[in-house]
T-cell receptor, first 112, second 114 residues
């Protein structure tokens, strides 16, 4: 079945460091891919998305490119801030279905 | 209005109690969802409503009973819960099943069963 694999956390970085959180997926069809962010005590917020191969999603300085050849959707940010500390979930959804497949989440800690 | 509002934010209930969680959205979304999230885990899908009809039940125990009174409201009725049901319950909505749309999540109800 479909699955999403994220890198283990926590990821600890200093402010202004470059961020990469790896995400790879297994899917039978042509899924849409998403990154969600969850701040402490809150629900999930959609961070960015991509619906087809080579699409790049971007938002708030974060970027991810849908790579079909490597089945990956890695999240990147050039310069992280303390306020980016949160848990990041990679997810996919197959066309015509409602069910998201979430990765296990990666906790990011950014130190001042 | 671009929010999903969940009430209450926190709920403590005994194993013999009956309580309800409420979720509301005014974005015209036609799909609404209940998810359960345990600590340090991803959300797990419980129910999906599409156009006010239950379309997916992920084999959830009958002590959880969803209800969609109208296109803006989604309730989750709780009865005879177990301590292991303690979790963050998240409501979400989307414009539909089209894969281009993401979810809009509420902030959740943190449920503790004692």
């Amino acid at each position: 079945g479909d699955s999403v694999t994220q890198m283990e956390g926590p990821v600890t970085l200093s402010e202004e460091a470059f961020l990469t959180i790896n995400c790879t997926y297994t899917a039978t069809g042509y899924p849409s891919l998403f990154w969600y962010v969850q701040y402490p005590g809150e629900g999930l917020q959609l961070l960015l998305k991509a619906t087809k191969a080579d699409d790049k999603g971007s938002n708030k300085g974060f970027e991810a490119t849908y790579r079909k050849e490597t089945t990956s959707f890695h999240l990147e940010k050039g310069s992280v801030q303390v306020s980016d500390s949160a848990v990041y979930f990679c997810a996919l959804v197959e066309p015509g279905t409602y069910k998201y497949i979430f990765g296990t989440g990666t906790r990011l800690k950014v130190l001042a | 209005d671009t929010e999903v509002t969940q009430t209450p934010k926190h709920l403590v209930m005994g194993m013999t109690n009956k309580k309800s969680l409420k979720c509301e959205q005014h974005m015209g979304h036609r799909a609404m969802y209940w998810y359960k999230q345990k600590a340090k885990k991803p959300p797990e899908l419980m129910f999906v409503y599409s156009y006010e009809k239950l379309s997916i039940n992920e084999s959830v125990p009958s002590r959880f009973s969803p209800e969609c009174p109208n296109s803006s409201l989604l309730n989750l009725h709780l009865h005879a819960l177990q301590p292991e049901d303690s979790a963050l319950y998240l409501c979400a909505s989307s414009q539909g099943a089209d894969r281009a749309y993401g979810y809009t999540f509420g902030s959740g109800t943190r449920l503790t069963v004692v």
